[in-house]
């Protein structure tokens, strides 16, 4: 199975602040990486697909970048309720695998 | 639009079967090229991919579980369906359906039922 190892397990940060949100590949998984978002109590929402490509919704100042092993999440300008855990997933191979999150808190 | 709601028991003692139950409108879940996958997350937010099964029927499981794990589907009634046997406390998790779109990703989410095995 390919394992995703996110770093930092926590980031405190305070709103309007720009973070990067890392995740790592135990092998090459091309751009077949996505990002979700999920707060207390919801569902994962879908934030980024395919590494780097916007889904219609969701704010601009979410951007992800990367492909191969190494992949980014970044949120200009962090708002209040952008506040919450953050997954990545890949879909290269099956069984699809999901990183272990960050967690996003408020300083 | 496209929405997924689960439905489940709430609680199972360990050893037994569980089957939970994906209700999905706004789309059939015989349309082509979309995979429909079940998904749960354990107390401590770690999420395991279970299974899905595509548009034709074709079913693919995880390793990790398919010795005791069933998924089907009635497409009369656009649902499809988990089915988990012995059960132990480690199963315990919300359970999620979610659709894998084009580009394999889980761009549909239901809201999640949670399972708890205790006797």
């Known amino acids: 199975d390919i394992v995703l190892t996110q770093s930092p397990a926590t980031l405190s940060v305070t709103p309007g602040d720009s973070v990067s949100l890392s995740c790592r590949a135990s092998?090459?998984?091309?751009?077949?990486l996505h990002w979700y978002q999920q707060k207390s109590h919801e569902s994962p929402r879908l934030l980024i697909k395919?590494?780097?490509q916007s889904i219609s919704g969701i704010p601009s100042r979410f951007s992800g970048s990367g492909s191969g092993t190494d992949f980014t999440l970044s949120i200009n300008s962090v708002e209040t309720e952008d506040f919450g855990m953050y997954f990545c997933?890949?879909?290269?191979?099956?069984?699809?695998?999901f990183g272990g999150g960050t967690k996003l808190e408020i300083k | 639009d496209v929405q997924l709601q689960e439905s489940g028991p709430g609680l199972v003692k360990p050893s037994q079967t569980v089957s939970l139950t994906c209700t999905v409108t706004?789309?059939?879940?015989?349309?082509?090229?979309?995979?429909w996958s079940w998904i749960r997350q354990f107390p401590g937010n770690k999420l395991e991919w279970i299974g899905y099964?595509?548009?034709?029927?074709?079913?693919t499981y995880n390793p990790s579980l398919t010795s005791r794990t069933t998924i089907t589907r009635d497409t009369s009634k656009n649902q499809f369906f988990l089915e988990m046997n012995s059960l132990t406390a480690e199963d315990t998790a919300t359970y999620y359906c979610?659709?894998?779109?084009?580009?394999?990703?889980?761009?549909?989410w239901g809201q999640g039922t949670t399972l708890t095995v205790s006797s």
């Open positions: 979610a659709r894998e779109g084009g580009y394999y990703e889980f761009d549909y």
């Open positions: 706004g789309i059939s879940i015989t349309t082509g090229n979309y995979r």
């Open positions: 099964i595509y548009y034709s029927g074709t079913i």
């Open positions: 092998q090459s998984i091309s751009n077949n």
């Open positions: 395919y590494a780097s």
């Open positions: 997933q890949q879909s290269n191979s099956w069984p699809r695998t």
